[in-house]
């Protein structure tokens, strides 16, 4: 008697469950590549960091961890996928239709996936939190130390040489005279002495300037105007110039005449952008 041929699996069951396995491979792939998208938000964050000055450097262990144990799971999914479906295929090859299908892989991967999720919202809304309540301590203290002494600062995006030729170039196009530039880290090399790149603007116009003169003679103590930009000891950059509200209560110059002096807070602002 001839030998029975084994029965073998239609061509729909073996390209079924070829579809399955990409699919699977596809989530393996689309868990790491999150996780590696996770792990990196450290980064960006040290970015905002450095150019906003707000956000803590310290919050960067939540995302680094959750991205490495994201990529780990995606390689797990993976490696299980492709085990599952070689013994699947084989049980095919058999002509063994029976073998065990189980949704407990993708239910998992559904549920943690959904507390992934989660944790993020969590993280996200607590940075800022933190953000909101570091902007406003900074706010506060810019408007301490603008009620005390006039003095206001703004972070520079840039090096403190970058800033002085920036705030140039905005004084020319504008028509605004450069009386001088003072480079005071310079001097002080000049002298053997070491101290953070320190440069002061001096700078105005008489056509601004005279009315204020004429209107409290007092101001030409303040005048011309000036922009102070200084690195600090952590090499952040910042731009200091006198209130124009200040120089107004100081001087008791007339409301009308306070657009003469605010163009200080207008350059100040765009170098440092």
Not at 49 to 66: I, K, R, Y
Not at 174 to 193: C, P, Q, R, W, Y
Not at 204 to 219: D, E, F, R, V
């Amino acid at each position: 008697m001839p030998s029975e041929a084994t029965p073998r699996a239609s061509l729909a069951d073996y390209l079924a469950a070829e579809r399955t396995l990409l699919a699977w491979i596809r989530t393996g792939l689309a868990l790491m590549g999150f996780g590696f998208v996770l792990a990196r938000f450290a980064l960006f964050l040290q970015q905002l960091h450095f150019m906003q000055s707000t956000l803590p450097l310290e919050q960067s262990g939540f995302s680094l961890w959750s991205g490495t144990a994201l990529i780990v799971v995606g390689v797990v999914v993976n490696a299980f996928a492709g085990w599952r479906y070689t013994r699947f295929f084989r049980a095919l090859d058999q002509g063994d239709k029976s073998y065990p299908h189980s949704s407990t892989q993708a239910v998992a991967i559904a549920f943690l996936l959904a507390l992934v999720g989660l944790g993020m919202a969590i993280y996200l809304v607590s940075v800022r939190d933190t953000t909101h309540s570091d902007s406003q301590d900074i706010k506060e203290t810019g408007m301490t130390q603008g009620k005390d002494n006039g003095i206001v600062q703004l972070a520079s995006h840039h090096s403190v040489d970058e800033t002085v030729e920036k705030l140039t170039g905005i004084l020319q196009v504008k028509g605004v005279t450069l009386f001088a530039l003072v480079d005071h880290s310079g001097e002080a090399a000049n002298v053997g002495m070491k101290m953070p790149p320190t440069k002061l603007l001096i700078f105005g116009s008489p056509k601004a300037g005279t009315p204020l003169m004429q209107a409290a003679p007092s101001i030409a103590i303040d005048l011309p105007l000036k922009i102070l930009v200084a690195e600090d000891a952590q090499g952040k950059v910042w731009i200091s110039y006198n209130s124009p509200e200040y120089l107004q209560e100081r001087h008791g110059l007339p409301a009308d005449l306070l657009q003469n002096i605010a163009v200080v807070k207008t350059l100040a602002e765009k170098a440092g952008e």
